[in-house]
């Protein structure tokens, strides 16, 4: 079985920073790509940043510049900074990793989602 679990999410003003982490624990072989994306209310999820097992990465318009995907490879660990932050980035963010279970099959697995909230 296999988890992901995150955390930082919170109410932040306008121009504030958030951290987010992701980490994956379980029956895991490897991971290949892991990402972030967010759903606001209303709203489709969207892509907002994905990050390569060999660190490249990519983002959606909206953030680039301002959001910073990063991993931590030994901890099967996924970060997203975001700094400038605007109120359209409010949504529930969610991770998501395609990982190499231990049965030997690839499998796209998502967090629970955490709260981003930006308002003054």
């Known amino acids: 079985q296999v988890q992901l679990v995150e955390s930082g999410g919170g109410l932040v003003q306008p121009g504030g920073s958030l951290r987010l982490s992701c980490a994956a624990s379980?029956?895991?072989?490897?991971?290949?790509?892991m990402s972030w994306y967010r759903q606001a209310p209303g709203k489709q999820r969207e892509l907002v940043a994905t990050?390569?097992?060999?660190?490249?990465?990519r983002y959606t318009d909206s953030v680039k510049g301002r959001f910073t995907i990063s991993r931590d490879n030994p901890k099967n660990t996924v970060y997203l900074q975001m700094n400038s932050l605007k109120p359209e980035d409010t949504a529930v963010y969610y991770c998501?990793?395609?990982?190499?279970?231990?049965?030997?099959?690839?499998?796209?697995?998502w967090g629970q989602g955490t709260q981003v909230t930006v308002s003054s």
């Open positions: 990050i390569t097992s060999g660190g490249s990465t």
């Open positions: 998501n990793a395609y990982i190499l279970d231990a049965m030997g099959y690839y499998r796209s697995y």
């Open positions: 379980g029956s895991i072989f490897s991971i290949n790509a």
